[in-house]
């Protein structure tokens, strides 16, 4: 976008614009969103002697950061990817990438809930309520990319169908994944939130990235 | 910006990075400003048994959110759609663009304070503090767009003019709107924050988003 | 810098690249400090009845994040236009500029402080401390073009002499200006902070920007 | 990346666009780490009359937050200067850098214990903590670079041998200097923050920077 001069090379105003601009946004957001994680930590009114305790008891916030940093990591990768095989963005992916960016933003959140509730009272209702939000995030992705790819109505022209395939086959296990972490906090919570880092460190890294090669 | 190298191509210093200078700055404060959001949420000091309930009562905090989330979103891509249209950008200008990111970037106080007031004691106070923000905005917004396109002067040769009419003629509902929606607060509060969010959700996305098209 | 391709376009690693690393990451430290300022503004623990007083004497707290949102923009675009006078960047510019963020991504501290304490006891320490804050911050600033100017070191060739005054000037008053408001807080730290409110919004503007045109 | 337009220049999806995705999310990153530092102050319900003396105490958070800034910054500068060898990022390129990511966004953390606990009792498991966390920011830091260089693996063909390895040897230090601040830590934990501020102000910059030149 920085570059582009619509002033100058079009008659009216710059139509591919779209994609950078819808990147700029993203990315933004994306790296804000991990960053804020972060301030889930805390060890307020922590007397010292005890402050090596608390530091190791905190273990379920270093769980929780990990898992919601790599996430937004690996979407980040993953939106930049299918970004780049859109030759345009119209009125509609545009809101669609609103929708996207409004879950993304919301993860500090709930993020924040397992950290403090996990491994005691109310950690089933906060283990929902964040892997309710990978699943909302999930479902948005997936309306996200089936919206631009369906038809290759904004793919460019020389990107070759097997690549668009290929993502959409990434895309396919995300929802029924996320899904499954949320029946999994039925049994155990602890046990889904493993279940959502192991897919962000081991499952989208090996199989949603340049799914292709 | 990033590849506009004036001490190169100019004489002097490059004019025209001026939009560029414009759009990086604005870009980083709407991004951060929306991902702030995400603060306002609290359950602070919830026991444990009671965190299911304390989530669901906190919908006015989710309505906030998402109104001024996605309010902030329009407005960034309105934003950059006026600014392809502009060949350079003046003082004058960069200063009323400070003065728009001054009340964007604002706008987390004003959604905090609904999400903690509404549907109690003081929601009336917090609602109009809300919409005086988003009126003040929109007053700003305008006076920024019609110093660029008043006689066309920061307007690049090549674009149409109707172009520049289609966006003015969206910008005109603006101030309007969200006075309506302060009036209506006096009312009920509750119903002119459902107002904000359908301005954000349904009008300004069709309306103001590539009028023209 | 994004579209630079030191491996491509070079035998070593690319000079000049310096200026635009510069940008991008102070272009990010401005944006969010500037961004950041509105966590200063706290109504907790107000009951519902006395919100809409609450929120009339937060005035400090409005005075106080206009005055370093302005401050914080003006010395970003005065920043980008410094830099665009400049070739190339060295390590010891690199590390001024580290300084200079530094001051700037402190500056939500001290802001905070006016917020709290104007008009209440303790006024004049957090006056002095945000003051303080301004007289460093217009010294590295300083420290940092004169390092840049200084036998046009940095200074690109066609950029002319003239250009590299005017910014000269421009810079001069910059100490002695926040010196003054640090003065004024002696008598009245009131005043002081309405001092600098004036700096930003009125000299800055005026006199700096584009100060040779 | 920005202006990259792989739906055109490419028969499939862009390869190289992978250094300058790494480059925009870390910057992000790496910017917006280092502006929340300033969230770690606080004088919450300090009385007016004490201010000025509170603020004095506060010097293990100026230093605690000098210290962070800086290696932050310096983090930053040697980033670029590497990725620019580098003619592409893979998969596990990506996946290193987020680990790097991820522990240079956690570091607000550990420096605000250090601001908190500092002279204080529970000093030494506030700058363990600190310490730990710059001990694997480093080795995280070297194993990024050591895949990226290794057998010249994503290097850029007509970057010279002798600017790789005068990177690497730049990076030999880092993890033995952050071993020695935390052995240091078991007998002072001042020393070793100043230790820490000290390689972030003095030996960084002189050797790691533009190592070669």
Redesign the interface.
Known sequence: ????????D?????D??GT??L???S?????????????E?S?KG???????HA?VDLWPSYLA??TS??TI??I??NH??CV????RAD?TL??LN?LL??TV?????PT??VA??LQ????R??V??YDLTFVLMAIVYNVWWRYASAGRRL??????ES?VRAITRAFNPGVPMYATALLVAVFSPLASVVLTFAIAAFYL?SAA??AER
Chains 1, 2, 3, 4 share one sequence.
């Not at 957001?29 to 301030?39: C, E, M, Y």
């Not at 922590?46 to 090596?52: H, S």
């Not at 780049?84 to 030759?87: K, N, S």
């Open positions: 976008m920085r570059s582009v001069r619509p002033a100058r079009d008659a009216g105003v710059d591919d614009a950078t601009r990147e700029a946004f990315d933004g957001v994306f790296a804000i969103a991990a960053t804020l994680l972060v301030l930590f060890v922590v007397p010292g002697p005890r402050l090596g530091l950061y990990a940093f790599l990591g690996v980040w990768i930049h990817y780049q095989t859109m030759a009125r545009m809101f609103l960016l409004l933003a919301f993860l500090p959140f924040k809930l403090q509730y005691q009272s109310g950690e209702d906060a929902y309520a793919i460019g022209e020389r990107v070759p690549s890294p990235l340049f």
